[in-house]
């Protein structure tokens, strides 16, 4: 038989913002779940939020303006919908009562272990197989200018070999650089007069 002592304090309640959770969770799917103390579907609404661009990826949507257009779509409804959950869930949590890990520093410290995860470790535009640059070439003008905004597809000569006339896209000293593709392995480049020679042609 366990005995209650009358004179321990009993445990403080703090009611949780439902504004600060669907703020939270606009910063970082999962995020507001995790203000809210549901740590396992914290971590669901994080991983499921990689799973859309991994999804998008296998099934090439961004590689179309339909299918861009749709993934974007699709992303904003789910990340305020979790945003919405993450809100109805802190309304309704007006006794809660705050666990170990519910400290400013403790949200934050999980904000920045999910940007250093985004930055260092998951590339989403290579998982979805795009990469958005700016141009910073003139050599492509008057077809393409300085702070033209294009799409990239990453994959593109794993499955293609290259052919004349495409632009390329490639990794110059850390920087995307474009360029035509004027000759392919095996033909003879010669330049003079201004004039680009393809095999004596």
Request: proline share 5%; with cysteine.
């Amino acid at each position: 038989m366990q005995i209650l002592d009358s004179d321990s304090p009993e445990p403080q309640t703090s009611p949780r913002s439902s504004l600060i959770a669907f703020l939270l969770s606009l910063l970082v799917p999962g995020l507001g779940h995790f203000y809210n103390g549901q740590l396992l579907l914290a971590v669901f609404m994080y991983m499921f939020s990689y799973f859309i661009p991994a999804v998008a990826g296998l099934f090439k949507l961004a590689h179309t303006f339909g299918g861009l257009v749709l993934l974007v779509c699709f992303e904003i409804v789910f990340r305020f919908g979790v945003a919405v959950h993450a809100a109805w869930l802190a309304r309704r949590q007006k006794n809660y009562i705050p666990k170990t890990y519910n400290q400013w520093y403790y949200t934050m410290g999980v904000f920045l272990a999910t940007v250093l995860v985004s930055v260092f470790v998951y590339d989403t535009q290579r998982l979805i197989g795009v990469e958005a640059f700016s141009v910073r070439e003139r050599n492509n003008a008057p077809n393409l200018v300085e702070r033209d905004c294009l799409m990239a597809d990453v994959n593109w000569y794993k499955e293609h070999k290259p052919q004349y006339g495409e632009l390329a896209v490639y990794d110059l000293d850390g920087h995307p650089t474009i360029h035509r593709v004027v000759g392919l392995p095996g033909d003879v480049l010669a330049f003079s007069n201004d004039t680009l020679y393809i095999n004596n042609q």
